[in-house]
């Protein structure tokens, strides 16, 4: 089930945009960093935040300015599938 972006901004409203390169937007190839992280395609991160799959790659082209909140949604993607929780289901 896919989760919506809205959704996952909420559950990730604490994070804040950290990459070692500095400045505040990110890039196309830290995006793609993230997806590799969560263990995902470009294809399967657009449905997991409820993305159309040709925005996701103009992001990763950097054809499109990233928002935040879908930088946010594949963070907390990225943290679910480290913790062992790839689907970032929260139940038990």
């Known amino acids: 089930m896919a989760l919506g972006v809205d959704t996952l901004l909420r ?4 994070l804040r945009p950290i990459f070692p390169e ?3 937007q990110v890039t196309g190839k830290q995006l793609q960093r ?3 992280e969560a263990g995902l395609s470009q294809r399967g991160a657009a449905r997991e935040i409820d993305l159309n799959e040709r925005t996701m790659r103009s992001y990763i082209a950097g054809d499109l300015e990233i ?10 993607l990225a943290q679910q599938h480290k ?4 689907s970032g289901s929260t139940k038990s």
Do not use: I
Request: aromatic letters at 8%.
């Open 34 to 36: 993230l997806l590799d």
């Open 83 to 86: 913790s062992g929780n790839p």
């Open 11 to 14: 559950a990730v409203a604490h």
């Open 22 to 24: 500095g400045g505040d």
């Open 67 to 76: 928002p935040k909140k879908v930088e946010y949604a594949l963070r907390w």
